[in-house]
């Protein structure tokens, strides 16, 4: 399983240890990815999704994730997140 958040596309970076020495060796940053059950308004029910941190505060920040997922382009979410972006969309049409 890759190491992406499923809301905001962050994945790992490259770079390099640099010792005392400015001896350089490759190295990967991994973003800080948490299990999370995030719930949605409009299904009324919990989706568990792998977030990053970064991803969990801008989805508290914006208003939860129907909110989020609406705003959010398709490009940078997973397929599971676009899936769960259309059955809100759907939802949301229908009760208006």
Known sequence: ?????????????????VSHANNK????????LQNVTLLSDALGKGFRLKVSTHGL??????????????KTSDTDLSLR????KREVSKKLQAAA
């Open 57 to 70: 505060r801008s989805v508290e920040h914006v208003g939860g994730l129907d909110n989020w997922l609406l």
């Open 81 to 84: 997140a676009r899936r769960l």
């Open 25 to 32: 060796t490759k190295r990967t940053f991994l973003p800080n």
């Open 1 to 17: 399983m890759s190491r992406i958040c499923e809301l905001t596309g962050k994945g790992r970076q490259v770079g390099h240890n």
